[in-house]
């Protein structure tokens, strides 16, 4: 079946660093990938959509200077949290679809649990 | 744009009985329905799908159906089991594209 592989697990940095996260497609070519933020007891919220040799695209209220995303190529898209603040400490998801429609399904990451001290 | 709402956000039941949580959607253009499972600290894992063109569709204990015409969609767990307590998500695609839009979210906790 289709894997997706998000790394780090967990990371702890220092407030004004960035941090990087990386998800990969193991077993398919992603052609869109989707990276989601959940705080504590609440719902999987879309931050932005990135598609392969193309600029993501944000949803609203998402700063894009501040939440970096490349996807380089069909299996690797990574989101670079920019001068981390304890406000952007959250459970970070990525999902990725093998086309650009809903027909062949998504599949997520383990997550990455980021901590901003 | 879509606005998926989940209820109940907390269920309990006792081991062996049947849970059912519903969802409502918004936009009539959806056609993927998805129901997620999250453990505490995990990624969201699929559960069962459907799609506009079914009605219902069903995998051992778990079984989703879909009424497009009042635009919900519900989950049906039969015989609970301790290990199906996690948090359930169901989810819709935005304007028939490759937004998926989750629910609030529901947890499920099943008494042995």
């Known amino acids: 079946g289709a894997v997706v592989s998000q790394h780090p697990s967990r990371v702890i940095c220092k407030s004004g660093t960035s941090v990087k996260i990386e998800c990969r497609s193991l077993d398919f070519q992603a052609t869109t990938m989707f990276w989601y933020r959940q705080f504590p007891k609440q719902s999987l919220m879309l931050m932005a959509t990135?598609?392969?040799?193309?600029?993501?695209?944000?949803e609203q209220g998402v700063e894009k200077d501040k939440f970096l995303i490349n996807h380089a190529s069909l299996t690797l898209s990574t989101l670079t949290v920019t001068s981390a603040h304890p406000e952007d400490s959250s459970f970070y998801i990525c999902?990725?679809?093998?086309?650009?429609?809903?027909?062949?399904?998504?599949?997520f990451g383990s997550g990455t649990r980021l901590t901003v001290v | 744009g879509e606005n998926v709402e989940q209820h109940p956000s907390t269920l309990s039941v006792q081991e062996g009985d049947s849970a059912v949580i519903k969802c409502t959607y918004s936009d009539s253009a959806s056609n993927y329905f998805p129901w997620y499972k999250q453990e505490l600290g995990k990624g969201p894992q699929l559960i069962i799908d459907i799609r506009s063109n079914v009605g219902e569709k069903k995998d051992q204990r778990i079984a989703v159906t879909l009424n497009k015409t009042a635009k919900h969609f519900s989950l049906h767990i039969t015989e609970t089991q301790p290990e199906d307590s996690a948090v359930y998500f169901c989810?819709?695609?935005?304007?028939?594209?490759?937004?998926?839009?989750f629910g609030s979210g529901t947890r499920l906790l099943v008494r042995p």
């Open positions: 989810a819709a695609n935005e304007d028939s594209s490759y937004k998926l839009i």
């Open positions: 990135s598609n392969e040799g193309s600029k993501a695209t944000y």
């Open positions: 999902s990725a679809s093998r086309g650009g429609a809903a027909g062949h399904g998504y599949t």
